[in-house]
């Protein structure tokens, strides 16, 4: 005889797939637009956490790969708070706000450090759209920059 607390797990995910049916059916009532949920964000002043706190093992050795591992950089802008299970957080940038990137080196700061900073899309077919992207951005703005930089003064 089978005890109670038994059951069959054969049929276990076809119950499961049954059961999830229908959440989300009305997705397309509760459209928002993105764009003012984020403005709505309040954007923090500081980083959750600091530069300093971060030591990679590394930084006590000579190696090549130090020089990329002890070179923190810090986005100042609000994470989206709608994160998948198992994903990493995303940053929606908005055209038109200025965001600061701190940049910091913690190693010798008498080396000379080259930095190139890519924006890249976060979807893969937008990814493989990139040029037709920045081509219609192009025409739709002549003359103008896709990104300005600005470089504030140096702290240590």
Request: net charge negative; aromatic share 8%; glycine share 4%.
């Amino acid at each position: 005889m089978i005890p109670s607390w038994c059951f069959d797990e054969n049929d276990l995910s076809t119950s499961f797939d049954d059961s999830m049916n229908g959440i989300g059916a009305d997705f397309m009532s509760s459209l928002f637009n993105m764009r003012d949920a984020l403005s709505a964000l309040p954007l923090s002043d500081e980083p959750s956490f600091s530069a300093d706190d971060i030591k990679p093992e590394c930084c006590s050795s000579t190696s090549d790969s130090c020089h990329v591992q002890c070179f923190c950089c810090i986005l100042k802008a609000p994470t989206s708070s709608a994160i998948r299970y198992n994903e990493a957080s995303l940053t929606y940038l908005n055209q038109g706000q200025l965001y600061e990137l701190v940049m910091r080196w913690n190693v010798d700061k008498t080396v000379r450090v080259k930095s190139v900073i890519k924006v890249r899309f976060h979807e893969y077919r937008m990814e493989l759209q990139e040029q037709e992207h920045l081509d219609s951005w192009r025409e739709a703005h002549p003359g103008e920059r896709l990104l300005d930089v600005g470089q504030s003064t140096v702290s240590d």
